[in-house]
């Protein structure tokens, strides 16, 4: 029996492999985008320029891209993670919505007159609690019960947005402005809780984001709790053997990505929209964190440039419409990337070699001597 | 509750429900085999854009369905690529796939000159029995008073369950998303089988997508499929993976996409948006109750379901 090639487990991949590979993803991706750009008769290096040029072209660009990397970067955090424990949470999304929800109830409910500090923190903690909770949905029955969480995580996502839809959209709940007769928009939360902006439509929300980022690496690398942590992604067996709680852990880990997720949507409440606004929460963040958290290799700080990356791919967007070009595009090149990225895990985890010829002859010689 | 409200609730009902069979029935002959295939939303809208399109161009109805089928497999394949051959997560791959088909299908909407987006079918399935027949009271426009997609889905239906559970494929089918490993040690070929039901289902999700720009909504708008995807995705537990109930429960669910429109009609104010959240609020009561623990396997999920097989190298 012989093979041309031979595919076998990778023990541990090297640095440069592990770097390699995403960047070899997103290249991949923008050569299938240019291919497709050229394929309907568009010019892909000016629509590559335009787009980098939206990105990065402009200190307002820059600002943009880092608007839209912000809740990137704690969507990838949440799954991160989440997925490093084996706990499949994709419902980043309806996690998000539901931070949302509870930050701009908070947010609305609070006195005028409540101080900014306190406010600002009382309505970004509110969103974390909220994501937690909408977690728990879908943790507490796979905890205890041995439920799915695939599917509640994802299903919950779309509870999560009708809800919110329902909230302003569908009644005159508190959440809707009661001022806004013409067309339905959420009611605004508090001047008080707003964070403060310092470049353009930035604001500190992202050194949050960036700080929950930070704080995940450090907690999963360099503290015992987060060595249990890695026990447990690796083997429920392994970590029962060794007296880890794996229950307790799994649920914790579920509820730390919820608030996660959760702050992005509080982060945006509070940050640059001031309300509750369906569309603008409805943007699939939490699906893009997925992205971002797999093209960083579920590395909490690798997510930071990734979310960037993403954030700018997200920015330069509508940019494309002004000269023709659909801004689905951008979708195009984040699907591929994430296609891209999720095969070339294959060669991470796995290494591809030429059969040894003289393995071969050694057993037809043993094969040979026992007949 | 007057009487034509009924007739014209339960016949939108079905012409709803067709698109969640159609995703329903491929997603649980994918799941059979053990490959949980989370692209369904992407595989059938990039089905209702390339069966727009070819109906569009040819002016040819049955073109465009053919064109659907054959997109809806093609997006499955890199799925069936990444989580046969590569044996990577099946989720991130799966959620790849709606978010590249989605892009893939609103860019091709709107690309060129003359962008599809905005218009009307060239074509559009209409009921194909004579009329006379749906003259009978009730029962008539129940069961005549339907288009040639209607009539394909239930055959499609009898088929994939007498398939699942009356033949030796089926039989093989139901072992390799059961146990491949016994599977492979009885002579079977595991990634074939799966390989196979991958694309039957993507086949179908692509089937069910044109069904909405071909028949439902006949134009193209930049998502005609709504969260027909998803929504096919959370019938395929409330089905148990089972074709028959399938077709109930999306029949369901079709009825009540369109109890707005009736609630409207008699006057009672329910939101939308509350009644939007019924089939994912279902799914996942259906889920706790009746999944959790021991009673999986009561229910049907089969047991390799999602995991990724690697064959012993010898």
């Known amino acids: 029996m012989s093979r041309r090639f031979i595919v076998e487990p990778r023990g541990l991949a090297s640095w440069?492999?592990?770097?390699?590979?995403?960047?070899?993803?997103?290249?991949?991706?923008?050569?299938?985008?240019?291919?497709?750009?050229?394929?309907?008769?568009?010019?892909?290096?000016?629509?590559?320029?335009?787009?980098?040029?939206?990105?990065?072209?402009?200190?307002?660009?820059?600002?943009?891209?880092?608007?839209?990397?912000?809740?990137?970067?704690?969507?990838?955090?949440?799954?991160?993670?989440?997925?490093?424990?084996?706990?499949?949470?994709?419902?980043?999304?309806?996690?998000?919505?539901?931070?949302?929800?509870?930050?701009?109830?908070?947010?609305?409910?609070?006195?005028?007159?409540?101080?900014?500090?306190?406010?600002?923190?009382?309505?970004?903690?509110?969103?974390?609690?909220?994501?937690?909770?909408?977690?728990?949905?879908?943790?507490?029955?796979?905890?205890?019960?041995?439920?799915?969480?695939?599917?509640t995580t994802l299903m919950l996502n779309f509870i999560a947005l009708n809800l919110m839809q329902y909230l302003v959209l569908g009644s005159s709940s508190p959440w809707r402005d009661p001022e806004a007769t013409q067309f339905p928009q959420g009611r605004p939360i508090i001047e008080n809780a707003r964070i403060p902006e310092f470049f353009h439509r930035l604001d500190w929300g992202l050194f949050v984001a960036i700080g929950v980022a930070v704080a995940a690496w450090f907690v999963i690398s360099k503290t015992r709790s987060g060595f249990e942590y890695r026990i447990v992604g690796n083997s429920f067996d392994t970590a029962r053997y060794a007296g880890i709680r794996v229950p307790r852990k799994v649920l914790g880990t579920f509820l730390a990505s919820g608030a996660a997720a959760g702050l992005a949507g509080s982060i945006l409440v509070a940050g640059i929209l001031g309300k509750m606004d369906p569309r603008s929460l409805d943007l699939g963040l939490g699906f893009t964190g997925i992205i971002?958290?797999?093209?960083?290799?579920?590395?909490?700080?690798?997510i930071i440039p990734v979310a960037v990356l993403m954030g700018a791919l997200n920015n330069a967007g509508p940019s494309l419409q002004s000269i023709g070009v659909p801004d689905a595009t951008v979708q195009i090149l984040q699907g591929a990337i994430l296609i891209f990225a999720v095969a070339g895990e294959f060669l991470i985890l796995n290494r591809i070699r030429r059969p040894d010829p003289t393995a071969g002859e050694a057993k037809a010689t043993a094969e040979a001597q026992t007949a | 509750m007057n009487e034509s409200v009924l007739m014209l609730t339960l016949m939108a009902g079905i012409g709803l429900g067709t698109p969640l069979v159609f995703g329903t029935v491929g997603e649980i002959l994918t799941e059979r085999s053990g490959i949980l295939n989370l692209g369904v939303q992407g595989m059938m809208i990039f089905g209702a854009v390339m069966g727009f399109w070819a109906t569009f161009v040819t002016g040819n109805l049955w073109l465009g369905v053919l064109a659907s089928l054959v997109a809806g497999a093609a997006m499955s394949l890199i799925h069936a690529f990444n989580s046969v051959t590569l044996r990577v997560s099946q989720i991130v791959s799966g959620l790849a796939l709606t978010i590249f088909g989605t892009g893939v299908a609103v860019y091709i909407g709107k690309a060129g000159s003359d962008p599809l987006i905005g218009q009307p079918s060239k074509a559009v399935f209409e009921p194909i029995l004579p009329e006379a027949l749906s003259d009978i009271p009730i029962i008539g426009p129940l069961i005549f008073g339907h288009d040639a997609i209607i009539y394909l889905s239930w055959a499609m239906v009898a088929a994939a369950s007498y398939y699942l559970f009356r033949t030796r494929p089926g039989l093989t089918l139901r072992a390799v998303g059961e146990d491949p490993a016994s599977a492979e040690a009885a002579g079977i070929n595991v990634s074939r089988v799966r390989y196979v039901h991958v694309m039957v289902g993507g086949a179908l999700a692509g089937l069910g997508g044109a069904y909405f720009s071909l028949a439902l909504v006949p134009s193209w708008q930049d998502n005609p499929i709504g969260q027909a995807g998803w929504i096919s995705i959370a019938l395929v537990i409330l089905a148990s993976w089972r074709p028959w109930r399938a077709l109930w429960v999306a029949y369901i669910f079709g009825i009540a996409g369109r109890l707005n429109f009736t609630f409207q009609t008699l006057e009672i104010n329910v939101p939308a948006t509350l009644l939007n959240m019924l089939p994912f609020l279902l799914a996942i009561i259906a889920m706790i109750v009746l999944t959790s623990g021991k009673r999986a396997r009561f229910l049907g999920a089969p047991a390799a379901l999602g995991i990724p097989y690697f064959r012993e190298e010898r």
């Not at chain 1, 629509?47 to 704690?74: C, H, N, W």
């Not at chain 1, 309505?123 to 994501?131: E, F, I, P, Q, R």
């Not at chain 1, 971002?292 to 690798?302: E, Q, T």
């Open chain 1, 16 to 151: 440069w492999l592990k770097l390699v590979i995403p960047i070899g993803s997103v290249l991949a991706a923008m050569v299938l985008g240019a291919a497709f750009l050229a394929l309907t008769g568009n010019d892909w290096i000016e629509v590559y320029q335009k787009m980098a040029d939206a990105a990065f072209g402009s200190g307002r660009g820059v600002a943009e891209t880092l608007v839209s990397a912000t809740p990137l970067i704690l969507t990838g955090v949440a799954a991160a993670v989440a997925f490093k424990m084996l706990v499949w949470n994709i419902g980043g999304e309806g996690q998000l919505i539901f931070g949302a929800i509870m930050a701009a109830g908070v947010g609305i409910w609070l006195s005028e007159s409540t101080p900014a500090v306190i406010a600002v923190v009382v309505v970004v903690a509110a969103g974390a609690v909220g994501g937690a909770f909408w977690a728990s949905l879908s943790a507490v029955p796979k905890v205890y019960l041995g439920t799915n969480e695939i599917i």
């Open chain 1, 292 to 302: 971002v958290a797999a093209l960083a290799r579920l590395n909490p700080i690798a």
